[in-house]
């Protein structure tokens, strides 16, 4: 079960990289937060595209490539608006919705099909990470299905859980016309680029502060950790099919509770046992599924 382990380190690693970033950077501008944290990818991602043989491409790299590469900008875009105009408890939760996407999104690109006990674990790592999210069920069950009409971050959380899944698919397809390695490297180095001119203007009137006070440095290590996750993933993605692959990442959540306990002294931690526990029964049934 090496997929396996590869989707629980990379869900470590993301767990981990967002946990830094906000210890590190709180109150500051969302938009050169992500810049930098992607920038500080770049030492992991240059040395791996220099080190993995380059494989001979085809059309088929090619297409999912830049089909994916626009829709990963605008992910990253929406999901800085999603945290900063709506409460993480109200707008997370929606993040659980993308292996559910999925089921049908990887079967209409990669023709991947899951079985019956695959996808009752996705429904029910999905139901788990939704619960888990909730703060504390404070609002109840129902109360991000709520906000929606009114909490702009909910629509945009949504939005990103449904790209993602569009991503997710073309990556894979990517990585079977190419190499997990080669693909994580390029593709990331790529969407560094693309970036570059949405921050510099979103982030125009805080960066020269964000550069004397050398604040970008705290950036560094949620950078790695962010570059070990963009490369577990895109390891583990060649092995499983797409939906196993992202519903067993999900666990990341997970993890971000327990960092939010010891971390932030975040509270609520017992009222989420019950997500976790469907979130383990899920996470059970898909890496035992076929």
């Given amino acids: 079960m090496e997929w396996v382990i590869l989707s629980l380190t990379s869900a470590f690693f993301l767990a981990t990289s967002d946990a830094l970033a906000k210890k590190a950077l709180q109150d500051q501008n969302e938009f050169l937060v992500a810049w ?10 240059v040395i791996t595209l220099l080190l993995v043989p380059w494989p001979r491409l085809d059309a088929d790299f090619y297409l999912a490539f830049f089909i994916a590469l626009p829709i990963e900008l605008i992910t990253v875009i929406l999901y800085i608006k999603a945290l900063k105009y709506s409460p993480l408890s109200l707008t997370m939760p929606f993040m659980a919705l993308t292996p559910v996407f999925l089921i049908i999104v990887s079967f209409v690109v990669l023709g991947e099909k899951v079985s019956l006990m695959g996808g009752s674990g996705i429904f029910l790592i999905a139901a788990g990470s939704y619960i888990l999210n909730i703060d504390g069920l404070k609002k109840g069950l129902l109360g991000p299905l709520r906000a929606i009409g009114r909490e702009q971050g909910s629509l945009f959380m949504i939005g990103v859980a449904l790209l993602y899944s569009i991503t997710s ?14 693909f994580a490297a390029t593709y990331f180095i790529a969407l560094n680029i ?3 001119p949405i921050a510099l203007f979103m982030g125009r009137g805080e960066l020269k502060t964000f550069m004397q006070k050398k604040t970008y440095q705290r950036l560094f290590a949620p950078g790695i950790c962010y570059a070990l996750m963009v490369i577990t993933h895109m390891s583990a993605m060649k092995l499983t099919k797409v939906a196993y692959m992202i519903s067993v990442k999900r666990t990341s959540l997970l993890m971000a509770v327990l960092y939010g306990y010891f971390l932030f002294r975040e ?11 469907l979130m383990f029964v899920g996470f059970v049934f898909v890496v035992t599924a076929r």
């Fill in 36 to 45: 930098f944290r992607m920038l500080f990818t770049l030492p992991v991602l």
């Fill in 267 to 277: 509270e609520n931690i017992r009222g989420r046992f019950f997500g976790a526990s």
């Fill in 194 to 196: 693309a970036f570059v």
């Fill in 169 to 182: 698919s073309m990556g894979k397809m990517a990585i079977e016309h190419s190499s997990p390695l080669f």
